[in-house]
């Protein structure tokens, strides 16, 4: 199989810059000595990748059910680098072959056994793996992981490596080693290739949108909270104290919207109204730009996490849809306004038996905005219906089926 990425060079920068990057400090000096040079053509050797890494025991690191595995990562300054990761495959009768998930854990994570359980408890294959050099034990602050001799560059954001270059920064190898994972997942002789999808929470959300338009191979895509447009969301601060040259240099390299229009596949978006981070500005802006379908899952406040972003039930209805024969989420296939009445077209073989609203009266940061919610009618003519309260300024619907998933329309901002 042939696995494509627009020349690097050729994407748009429009997709990656907003006005305030050109007017920002501009006579600013650059803090690095010498800026390393952009790739001349795809940012990654997606065919290199593509190739099944070499394996190596992890003992004593074990977990019941599953592998505990290193795998071969690019060099990482020079020297070869290696990839902890948990690989789990159900049982499965002879000659039957299983769907696999890529997992890729958020910040502050590594991979986590548990995490695939319930995955291979689903019947799929899956395959969890650090992101920053890491293995699954912890230091003396049990809040950090031990980093391994082999392993590559530390995480998240890469903000301190940007004048490296770029085959040693952050976002460069967890990318790479996403794409190696799904080699490597793909190569077990009970998984099925052609239905592998990859999910990933907060920055491995992040990563998930890159991963999306570099892997080609992936049959659908579930970031979480991640997104792109980092400068306009809760990491814009990040970002800016960058300084404009280095901070073009990162949007241009390591922001997800310079890796999004290439994505061709179904891709499940899930965030909450109030996220700290993936603001919905931004999301909506990221989730626009794949070639592919695209579902949405906006729940009002929905906590920030590795529990609560593992757990949504539509990430697995949505994954049993296209590689499992499942019953896909209900689809909305039209909205639209006038003045206060909104609605929502819908089609699925799937009952909606709740319909709200979801609105703010707010304005300002959109961490802080309170949201409120009103039963929304859904209506004879197979539409959802609902007025806007007076002084509205952000709304959207959200339809609930009888699995209990939800599915979202777009949000709309408003002046009434």
Same mark, same amino acid.
């Given at each position: 199989?042939?696995?494509?990425?627009?020349?690097?060079?050729?994407?748009?920068?429009? /997709?990656? #810059?907003?006005?305030?990057?050109?007017?920002?400090?501009?006579?600013?000096?650059?803090?690095?000595?010498?800026?390393?040079?952009?790739? *001349?053509?795809?940012? =990654?050797?997606?065919? $290199?990748?593509?190739?099944?890494?070499?394996?190596?025991?992890?003992?004593?690191?074990?977990?019941?059910?599953?592998?505990?595995?290193?795998?071969?990562?690019?060099?990482?300054?020079?020297?070869?680098? @290696?990839?902890?990761?948990?690989?789990?495959?159900?049982?499965?009768?002879?000659?039957?072959?299983?769907? &696999?998930?890529?997992?890729?854990?958020?910040?502050?994570?590594?991979?986590? +056994?548990? !995490?695939?359980?319930?995955?291979?408890?689903?019947?799929?294959?899956?395959?969890?793996?650090?992101?920053? &050099?890491?293995?699954?034990?912890?230091?003396?602050?049990?809040?950090?992981?031990?980093?391994?001799?082999?392993?590559?560059?530390?995480?998240?954001? &890469?903000?301190?490596?940007?004048?490296?270059? @770029?085959?040693?920064? =952050?976002?460069?190898?967890?990318? %790479?080693?996403?794409?190696?994972?799904?080699?490597?997942? @793909?190569?077990?002789?009970?998984?099925?290739?052609?239905?592998?999808?990859?999910?990933?929470?907060?920055?491995?959300?992040?990563?998930?949108?890159?991963?999306?338009?570099?892997?080609?191979?992936?049959? #659908?895509?579930?970031?979480?909270?991640?997104?792109?447009?980092?400068? +306009?969301?809760? #990491?814009?601060?990040?970002?800016? %104290?960058?300084?404009?040259?280095?901070?073009?240099? !990162?949007?241009?390299?390591?922001?997800?919207?310079?890796?999004?229009?290439?994505?061709?596949?179904?891709?499940?978006?899930?965030?909450?109204?109030?996220?700290?981070?993936?603001?919905?500005?931004?999301?909506?802006?990221?989730?626009?730009?794949?070639?592919?379908?695209?579902?949405?899952? /906006?729940?009002?406040?929905?906590?920030?996490?590795?529990?609560?972003?593992?757990?949504?039930?539509?990430?697995?209805?949505?994954?049993?849809?296209?590689?499992?024969?499942?019953?896909?989420?209900?689809?909305?296939? %039209?909205?639209?306004?006038?003045? @206060?009445?909104?609605?929502?077209?819908? $089609?699925? +073989? *799937?009952?909606?038996?709740?319909?709200?609203?979801?609105?703010?009266?707010?304005?300002?940061?959109?961490?802080?905005?309170? !949201?409120?919610?009103?039963?929304?009618?859904?209506?004879?003519?197979?539409?959802?219906?609902?007025?806007?309260?007076? &002084?509205?300024?952000?709304?959207?619907?959200?339809? *609930?089926?009888?699995?209990?998933?939800?599915?979202?329309?777009?949000?709309? +901002?408003?002046?009434?």
């Amino acid at each position: 199989m042939k696995h494509r990425l627009a020349p690097f060079l050729a994407l748009s920068l429009s /997709l990656v #810059f907003v006005t305030a990057w050109t007017t920002r400090a501009a006579d600013a000096p650059s803090t690095a000595a010498k800026a390393p040079s952009n790739p *001349t053509g795809p940012m =990654w050797d997606v065919e $290199a990748l593509g190739k099944a890494p070499k394996t190596y025991p992890a003992d004593p690191l074990r977990a019941e059910g599953m592998k505990g595995i290193f795998f071969e990562g690019l060099p990482y300054r020079g020297k070869p680098t @290696r990839v902890f990761a948990w690989l789990g495959i159900p049982a499965t009768e002879p000659g039957k072959k299983v769907p &696999g998930i890529v997992l890729v854990h958020g910040g502050g994570g590594t991979a986590f +056994e548990a !995490w695939v359980r319930l995955w291979t408890s689903r019947g799929y294959a899956a395959i969890a793996f650090d992101t920053c &050099g890491a293995i699954p034990v912890h230091t003396a602050d049990p809040k950090k992981w031990q980093h391994h001799d082999a392993g590559g560059p530390q995480g998240w954001g &890469g903000w301190d490596q940007i004048d490296n270059p @770029r085959e040693d920064q =952050w976002t460069y190898h967890a990318v %790479a080693d996403a794409v190696l994972a799904d080699s490597l997942l @793909r190569s077990q002789p009970e998984v099925d290739p052609e239905r592998i999808g990859v999910t990933g929470i907060s920055w491995g959300g992040y990563l998930t949108s890159i991963i999306a338009g570099v892997d080609s191979r992936l049959k #659908f895509a579930v970031p979480v909270y991640g997104c792109g447009f980092t400068n +306009e969301h809760g #990491f814009a601060k990040n970002v800016e %104290a960058l300084g404009p040259e280095r901070a073009t240099r !990162w949007m241009l390299w390591w922001d997800p919207s310079v890796y999004l229009p290439a994505a061709k596949m179904p891709m499940l978006w899930v965030d909450g109204t109030n996220d700290f981070a993936y603001t919905m500005n931004a999301w909506q802006k990221s989730y626009r730009l794949p070639q592919g379908a695209h579902t949405l899952c /906006l729940r009002p406040r929905m906590p920030h996490g590795h529990g609560p972003g593992e757990t949504p039930k539509e990430i697995q209805v949505f994954a049993d849809s296209i590689v499992n024969g499942g019953k896909p989420l209900a689809k909305i296939t %039209a909205q639209g306004r006038d003045g @206060r009445n909104v609605w929502a077209a819908i $089609a699925g +073989e *799937t009952k909606i038996t709740k319909a709200e609203l979801e609105f703010t009266k707010d304005t300002g940061p959109w961490q802080k905005r309170l !949201w409120e919610a009103v039963p929304a009618e859904i209506g004879a003519d197979g539409k959802i219906h609902a007025t806007l309260p007076e &002084g509205t300024k952000v709304y959207y619907l959200n339809l *609930t089926d009888d699995r209990d998933c939800i599915v979202s329309t777009e949000h709309e +901002e408003v002046d009434l």
